[in-house]
C-alpha cells in the first residue's frame, strides 16, 4: 500500500473512531508501528491529526484553540489530583507563581489558609483569591489576552525581575520528553520561559492527555522543571522515560472514577 493511500486510510479510521492507538492502526494496516507513527508524524504536520503517546485523535479543535472556560471544563476529576498533590509542596510564607493555565486555576483553588505570596498573570487566580486573607496577591500587569483571561508581553515579562519566586507552578498545552513544554500561543511560550528563568523551583502540572504531545511553540526542556506532577491515568512507561532524563515525577495514587 502506497504511503498516500496509507495514510487516506488512517483519515478514514479516524472520523471513524475519534481516536487511534498505533499498534492497532499498524495491524489493520498490515504494516509496521514505526511506518504508522511516521504517518501519524505527516499527517500531524498538514494539521489532519493530532499525535499523543501512543497514538493520535482528530484535531476537532486543538486544546490551544479552546475559550479558558472550555478548557476548564476538560479533564475535571485529572486536574482535582494533580492540584491536591501540588498543594502538599507549599510551605508558608512562600511566594509562588501560578499561570493562567486551569490546571493551575485549580490548585489556586486548593490553596490552604497559610500565609503566601501569591504572583500570578492570570486573572481568573486573582478573582479566585480576592477574598482569601491569608494571601498577598500581586498581578504582573501587562498586555490583557482575553482568550487566556492573562497579561502577557513585555510589561509581564519584566515584572517578575522584581521578584524572589520560591515556586512556580506551570502547566501547558502539551509535554513531548524529547522536545519539551509547549503552548500555542507565541507570546504565552515567551512568558513561561521567563517565568522558569525566575523561580527556585519549578513545578509542571498535566493530566494525562497532555503527556507526550505537542503544541505550536516550545518554551522549556523536560530539564527545566524540577518536577511534573500528573494523574493516576499516565502512562507509567512514558513516566519512567521523564524520570531518565531526571525529572522528579509525582503521580495521583489512582485513576479517578469515571461517572
Known sequence: MLAVERQRRILELLRAGGSLRTSDTAEALGVSDETIRKDFEVLEGRGELVRSHGGA?????????????????????E???????AVERIQPNETIFLDASSTVLTLAECLPDIPLTVLT??????????ER?????????????SKSRS???LTAERS???YNIHRAFLSGRGLDVGR?????????AAFKERVIASAEEVVFLADHTKLGRKASFFFADVTDF??????????????????????????????????
Open 57 to 77: 485523535s482528530r484535531v476537532r479543535g486543538m486544546l490551544g484553540d479552546l475559550g479558558f472556560l472550555e478548557r476548564r471544563a476538560l479533564q475535571r476529576e
Open 79 to 85: 486536574k482535582l489530583a494533580i492540584a491536591r498533590l
Open 121 to 130: 498573570n492570570a486573572l481568573t487566580v486573582l478573582t479566585a483569591l480576592a
Open 133 to 145: 486573607p491569608h494571601f498577598e496577591l500581586m498581578s504582573t500587569g501587562g498586555l490583557f489576552d
Open 151 to 153: 497579561f502577557i508581553g
Open 160 to 162: 517578575l525581575q522584581r
Open 180 to 188: 519539551g513544554a509547549s503552548e500555542s500561543n507565541s507570546r504565552q
Open 226 to 259: 524540577d518536577c511534573v506532577m500528573t494523574d493516576g491515568a499516565a502512562d507509567r512507561q512514558w513516566l519512567c522515560e521523564l524520570e531518565g532524563r531526571g525529572v522528579e515525577v509525582i503521580q495521583a495514587t489512582s485513576a479517578p472514577k469515571s461517572s
